[in-house]
Every structure is written in C-alpha cells, then in structure tokens.
Nanobody, 124 residues
Framework: QVQLVESGGGLVQAGVSLRLSCAAS????????MGWFRQASGKEREFVAA????????YYADSVKGRFTISRDDAKNTVYLQMNSLKPEDTAVYYC?????????????????WGQGTQVTVSS
C-alpha cells in the first residue's frame, strides 16, 4: 500500500504561485501513475493533472493548462504541482493520488490511493 501526504497549500491572492508537494511512503511510487485532483466546496472531485510512471508524459485539464506543471522525483518519492497565475476559481482542496497503471487516468475512480488533501484558497 501507499500512503500519500499533501502539503504546500495556503491562502494567496490571485496571480501568485504555489507549489504543492505529495510525499509518498509505504511503497515506491516508481510503478505508479500519479495524479492531482481538486474538489471545490459543493462540487465533485475533478481532474487537474497527471504524470505517467516514467515521467515521459504529462496531462492537464484545460482549465489549468499553461499555468500548472506536474512533476515527479521518484528518488524522493514525491510528486509536485507547480501552480502559477492562480485564479479564484482554483480554490479547492487539492488531492494527490496514485494509480497502478503506466498511463494515468482522468477518472478519479481509477486511482488506488489518495492523500487527505491540502486547501488552496485564492482571493480576488
């Protein structure tokens, strides 16, 4: 099993940047596709970004493409989400997830392990 812990969230003004981290323990994340999802209050969890097991491919939701960057450092067993030009609509709890697949899915139901989330609040 894999345990995931997110960190790096906070309250920021629109236009600034945050870098989220997801630290894994229990098992190496090397054979897992890793994803970031977010859930705003009253809404369903939605896909944000994902990266495959070899870090050769990354995927982004249209709403964050060009602003967010996902990366992974398997030696540190950590995945990151660099968030630039934050907007109020980015406000949500951000979750890290791991999937036993070489190719990540956009569907949160496909993921096997989840962190507890970190709150990101963007004020206008």
């Amino acid at each position: 099993q894999v345990q995931l812990v997110e960190s790096g969230g906070g309250l920021v003004q629109a236009g600034v940047s945050l870098r989220l981290s997801c630290a894994a323990s229990g098992r190496t994340i090397s054979p897992y596709a890793m994803g970031w999802f977010r859930q705003a209050s009253g809404k369903e969890r939605e896909f944000v970004a994902a990266i495959n097991w070899s870090a050769s491919s990354s995927y982004y939701a249209d709403s964050v493409k060009g602003r967010f960057t996902i990366s992974r450092d398997d030696a540190k067993n950590t995945v990151y989400l660099q968030m630039n030009s934050l907007k109020p609509e980015d406000t949500a709890v951000y979750y890290c997830a791991a999937e036993r697949s070489l190719i990540p899915s956009y569907n949160p139901q496909s993921y096997d392990y989840w962190g507890q989330g970190t709150q990101v609040t963007v004020s206008s």
